[in-house]
């Protein structure tokens, strides 16, 4: 990633920074750095989960794994940030995509793209938003501080597998159970027979 101006905000120099203030252990205390905006960096997030630096997809996993550690979200806008700055990049749907799951002891445990797990409940739910014009159903779940992940379709269709028909404010809905929380899918009216 070479070509940048001194001074302009750099994948590279980002990366470096986090990985001195981190010194690799955990996710960074990103919650504690409060750096200047330095501007946009041109990454994008895909919605299949691809990161991409200048249109070309980021080939090194471990980058683009350290680069998910510092995302955030502060009023509907996503951020890298670092102990000294922070940059804008763009996100077409949810930042991560969450690939698999395991249904343990009746809970409903997520991995996304880049590691993260979580196991869906309170603090982790899950919402099924429908596209107003095909009904098309796109699920997330919570990962950490108001970013979620898309979950893939094979595991949405596996999540159907084992999803409960349960009254849920006043009429029948379809939905997934886990850590004692229903999470409704659609009406139970709204599906085909």
């Known amino acids: 990633m070479s070509g940048q101006i001194i001074g302009t905000p ?27 905006f330095c501007g946009d960096l041109d990454i994008r997030i ?13 080939g090194r996993p471990a980058l683009v794994k350290l680069f998910s550690s510092i995302l955030k979200r502060e009023g509907g806008k996503y951020f890298l940030v670092s102990p000294v700055e922070k940059v804008g990049i ?19 445990h997520f991995i996304t793209q880049v ?12 919402r099924v938003e429908r596209d107003t014009n095909t009904g098309e159903p796109s699920p997330y779940v919570l990962v950490r501080n108001n970013l ?15 999803g409960v028909h349960e009254i849920w404010e006043g009429q029948s809905w379809f939905g997934l159970h886990s850590k004692s929380t229903f999470f409704p899918i659609i009406p139970s009216v709204d599906l085909d027979t």
């Open 46 to 58: 895909a919605r299949d989960g691809v990161w991409f630096y200048m249109g070309t997809p980021i």
């Open 90 to 108: 763009k996100v077409d749907d949810a930042p991560f995509v969450a690939v698999d799951f395991d249904q343990i002891k009746g809970n409903l």
């Open 148 to 162: 979620e992940a898309l979950i893939d379709r094979k595991s949405f269709y596996r999540l159907v597998e084992v």
């Open 10 to 36: 750099s994948a590279d120099n980002l990366a470096a920074s986090v990985s001195a203030a981190t010194k690799g252990k955990g996710l960074p205390p990103i919650h504690l750095w409060n750096p200047p």
């Open 115 to 126: 590691g993260d797990r979580m196991v869906a409940g309170p603090d982790f739910p899950i």
